[in-house]
Nanobody
Framework: QVQLVESGGGLVQAGGSLRLSCAAS????????MGWFRQAPGKEREFVAA????????YYADSVQGRFTISRDNAKNTVYLQMINLKPEDTAVYYC?????????????????WGQGTQVTVSA
């Protein structure tokens, strides 16, 4: 079992920045691939970014490439999502998730554990 707790969401103006954190407890954090997803009202949950467990490889959705950065600190059992140049369309509940099995990191159904989510609101 892995427990995930997100923090760092809030209200920010367009062009601003936020850093989300996701603290993990339970099983060995380094054994999991970690992802960030988001869900806006009336929309499906969508992939944002992911970090592989064995190396520094990262993946991003096209819509956030160049603006968002995922990083992980295995010593602190924490994964981060640094967001800059935020846009109103980034408004959503952001979730972190942990994945231990196979399959693409971009598909939410491949993740085993989820946090409760943190709200990010970007005003125009």
């Amino acid at each position: 079992q892995v427990q995930l707790v997100e923090s760092g969401g809030g209200l920010v103006q367009a062009g601003g920045s936020l850093r989300l954190s996701c603290a993990a407890s339970g099983q060995t954090f380094r054994n999991y691939e970690m992802g960030w997803f988001r869900q806006a009202p009336g929309k499906e949950r969508e992939f944002v970014a992911a970090s592989r467990r064995g190396d520094t490889t990262t993946y991003y959705a096209d819509s956030v490439q160049g603006r968002f950065t995922i990083s992980r600190d295995n010593a602190k059992n924490t994964v981060y999502l640094q967001m800059i140049n935020l846009k109103p369309e980034d408004t959503a509940v952001y979730y972190c998730a942990a994945k231990s099995g196979g399959g693409t990191l971009r598909w939410p159904n491949n993740y085993n554990y989820w946090g409760q989510g943190t709200q990010v609101t970007v005003s125009a």
